[in-house]
């Protein structure tokens, strides 16, 4: 199983601001990494798939990138709606696993 | 515009079974390989099951293996996910989704169904 770590476990940031987001894999898996944001009480939306391609409807501000096993998701300037937790997922070997989740809070 | 609405949660003793299912509707169902995902109470995202398009395949991490059962009906365009011999470390919302047809990734999510495991 692929082990996926996702940091810093809780960022805090001012609205208006950057932030970054890490997620290490256990091994290489080349570009098969999806990020996810779920708000509270909601399930999670899809925001990336294959390391930096936007979802459908997903803003600009949102942006990954990375291969391997060093991935990293930037919002670029934080929005109140985008104060939730973020998860990122690795799809290139069964089973399919999820990082522990970043929680990003205002600041 | 896609819907995934799951039902079937609620107090299940430790021993029994639940029957999840999770109502779809916006896109063509038998066209999409599904999947389920489980969260428990203040804790991370667990891929628990996944099956094909047709049902002729599923997947299941090791963890499941033997209790976890995924089935669909494309007539009624339904997901269902039967869990046995239930653990309280089975209390967790469950997530219908469907995969893209380009990758293992969740594209579209139900509300969830709360699973909770007690006596």
């Known amino acids: 199983e692929i082990v996926m770590t996702q940091s810093p476990a809780a960022l805090s940031v001012s609205p208006g601001e950057r932030a970054t987001l890490s997620c290490r894999a256990g091994l290489s898996i080349s570009s098969s990494l999806a990020w996810y944001q779920q708000r509270p009480g909601q399930p999670p939306r899809l925001l990336i798939h294959?390391?930096?391609n936007r979802a459908t409807g997903i803003p600009v501000r949102f942006s990954g990138s990375g291969s391997g096993t060093e991935f990293t998701l930037t919002i670029s300037s934080l929005q109140s709606e985008d104060f939730a937790v973020y998860y990122c997922?690795?799809?290139?070997?069964?089973?399919?696993?999820f990082g522990g989740g970043t929680k990003v809070e205002i600041k | 515009e896609v819907q995934l609405v799951e039902s079937g949660g609620g107090l299940v003793p430790p021993g029994g079974s639940v029957r999840l299912s999770c109502a779809a509707s916006g896109f063509t169902f038998s066209t999409r390989a599904m999947t389920w995902v489980r969260q428990a109470p203040g804790k991370g995202l667990e891929w628990v099951a996944g099956?094909?398009?047709?049902?002729?395949?599923?997947w299941y991490p090791d963890s499941g293996k033997g209790r976890f059962i995924i089935s669909r009906d494309n007539s009624e365009s339904t997901l269902h996910l039967q869990i046995n011999n239930l653990r309280p470390d089975d209390t967790a919302t469950y997530f219908c989704?469907?995969?893209?047809?380009?990758?293992?990734?969740?594209?579209?999510w139900g509300q969830g169904t709360l699973v909770i495991v007690s006596s």
């Open positions: 099956i094909s398009n047709g049902g002729g395949s599923t």
């Open positions: 294959g390391a930096s």
């Open positions: 989704s469907h995969w893209s047809t380009g990758g293992n990734w969740f594209e579209s």
């Open positions: 997922q690795q799809y290139n070997n069964w089973p399919l696993t």
